[in-house]
């Protein structure tokens, strides 16, 4: 069975600071990994994805992330936040199928509030 | 390019009734996914569907079903409404065959509130 434990239900931090938040995962076979944003009242925006390509992955906003399998985690990092960054964000786990669409399995998420 | 649209964004049934929920997925998509979000909780899966037929389906009860129609749009129905229901109902379309790598295009819910 697959799944996903986002650590830190709450992050704040200041306009400017780096943002970290974590995710660890667990995959009996290679995962797909997801970070997905949610502003409120919207639905799901995907930031970035790990396909078993690069390890370090770029996103949109400045956002990316690293697979690191010895860890079995995938964190969410920007160097500077940005007032507009302010959101739940969301990791999520998927078989690698090689192409078949497939179920995500979402943590519990982390709300993201920037401070000015 | 049309996203994954959903109707309606907002209604308010009573304990024991039935709702359906409607999608249209991405332009070019075939594979619809419904998921459950709960306040302050992540999205579950409820089930999917591929070819007009339900492919996987999450640890929800056969109160939850589904349809998709030969034009790849969807609808959640429940049936026998609980107060437990009451949630954001998200829609994601995807391509099944091709180079996708298992993303998931979101609509913006259809939240659902059982009094």
């Known amino acids: 069975a697959q799944s996903v434990t986002q650590l830190g239900s709450h992050v704040s931090v200041s306009e400017g600071a780096l943002v970290l938040l974590r995710c660890n995962y667990s995959?009996?076979?290679?995962?797909?990994l997801f970070w997905y944003v949610q502003y409120p009242n919207q639905g799901l925006q995907l930031l970035l994805k790990y396909t078993s390509a690069a390890t370090l992955v770029k996103g949109i906003n400045g956002f990316e992330a690293e697979f690191k399998k010895s860890e079995t985690s995938f964190h969410l990092t920007k160097p500077s936040a940005h007032m507009s960054d302010a959101a739940e964000y969301f990791c999520?786990?998927?078989?690698?199928?090689?192409?078949?669409?497939?179920?995500?399995?979402f943590g519990t998420g982390t709300l993201l509030a920037v401070q000015p | 390019d049309a996203g994954v649209t959903q109707s309606p964004t907002h209604l308010i049934k009573t304990r024991g009734q039935q709702v359906t929920l409607r999608c249209s997925p991405k332009?070019?998509?075939?594979?619809v996914s419904w998921y459950q979000q709960a306040l302050g909780q992540g999205p579950q899966f409820i089930f999917q569907?591929?070819?007009?037929?339900?492919?996987q389906r999450g640890n929800f009860p056969d109160r939850f079903s589904g349809h998709q129609f030969p034009n790849y749009s969807s609808e959640l129905n429940v049936n026998a409404l609980l107060l437990g229901d009451s949630a954001l109902y998200l829609c994601?379309?995807?391509?099944?065959?091709?180079?996708?790598?298992?993303?998931?295009?979101f609509g913006e819910g259809s939240r659902l509130t059982v009094l």
């Open positions: 994601a379309s995807s391509l099944a065959r091709g180079t996708n790598t298992g993303e998931l295009f």
């Open positions: 999520a786990v998927s078989r690698n199928y090689g192409g078949a669409t497939n179920k995500l399995i």
């Open positions: 995959s009996s076979v290679p995962p797909y």
């Open positions: 569907y591929y070819e007009e037929e339900e492919r």
């Open positions: 332009s070019g998509h075939d594979t």
